[in-house]
């Protein structure tokens, strides 16, 4: 059944994370704990970083960035089924959902972007300490991180105005929990070729791809020049201080990938959904865990 963009009313239909009513309980105490425990952990992060100044370093600058992205990042995904269920209406106007929808994206591709920085940050550190301070100044730190929030939010703009000129869609129900591109565009009986080739080229190529190009090219130096270190112990704590990072990098790119960079006719939506709910619940919480609170700078800024 086409649904005309100009003859239907401008909202969209949420299907949420489950159908089953019997869970809604269940997931809603799920889901607000997740936010609730993201909010805190990424915001203690983000204050320990501003209020300590022995964390007034390169490496903390970038990680509060993160912090703030994975915090935005929830918020923006996550408030929808919460809402719902308080609420119990399940629609959202057209206009708040090309706006999660932006949102969301820009944010995960910022995210994307700093860990790119990150691990520049740490090739410079390993493989040429000595002019470290010097080359990871204020001034570049600052323009690094800046260069990703713009890029980020610039680079999803040609396809939002892709979406937003769709003039007729399937159905009006996402089967998603909140507004996201491919269960929008699976929906759309417009042609999307266009739309899925800018997905790939930006998507793929300039926010993904080139970024872990870069992410690898960084580490293929970095273990290079840990592979030289004679010492043992020096070989653990340089090994110790790119773990997180990797960690980190592995876990998001792989959700991300299996999500968006697949042909849009062979996305499962229903697989996409676990998976998004992985990258916008569980990655949020893990990044504190992983980069910060087994660190002994972070643990002693707490103390």
């Excluded at 209406?89 to 999660?100: I, K, P």
Aim: glycine share 2%; with cysteine; charged share 15%.
């Amino acid at each position: 059944m086409k649904i005309s963009n100009n003859s239907m009313e401008k909202y969209f239909i949420i299907k949420g994370i489950s159908d089953v009513q019997e869970l809604q309980l269940p997931l809603f105490l799920l889901v607000l704990t997740i936010y609730l425990i993201t909010l805190g952990a990424n915001m203690t992060i983000v204050l320990l970083i501003v209020l300590d100044r022995h964390l007034h370093t390169p490496m903390y600058f970038f990680l509060g960035n993160l912090s703030m992205m994975d915090m935005s990042c929830s918020t923006v995904a996550l408030h929808r089924p919460l809402i719902t269920f308080i609420s119990r209406d399940r629609s959202v106007s057209f206009r708040s959902c090309f706006a999660q929808l932006y949102s969301f994206s820009a944010f995960t591709c910022d995210e994307l972007l700093i860990l790119t920085a990150m691990s520049y940050d740490r090739f410079v550190a390993i493989c040429n300490p000595l002019r470290y301070i010097v080359v990871m100044n204020n001034k570049v730190c600052s323009l690094l991180a800046c260069t990703c929030w713009v890029i980020g939010f610039l680079n999803i703009i040609p396809c939002l105005l892709e979406i937003s000129a769709f003039t007729c869609y399937t159905s009006l129900e996402v089967n998603h929990f909140f507004c996201d591109i491919m269960p929008i565009v699976k929906l759309s009986c417009n042609d999307t070729t266009n739309l899925e080739l800018y997905i790939f080229i930006a998507g793929a190529l300039f926010a993904t791809f080139t970024p872990l190009v870069l992410t690898s090219t960084s580490y293929v130096f970095i273990i290079r020049t840990i592979l030289r270190i004679r010492s043992s112990s020096g070989k653990r704590k340089a090994f110790y201080t790119c773990s997180s990072h990797l960690t980190v990098v592995t876990l998001l790119y792989g959700t991300l990938s299996y999500q968006y960079f697949r042909p849009i006719s062979s996305v499962s939506l229903e697989s996409n959904k676990l998976y998004s709910l992985l990258n916008t619940a569980a990655v949020p919480i893990l990044n504190p865990l992983i980069y910060s609170f087994k660190n002994k700078d972070v643990i002693a800024a707490m103390k």
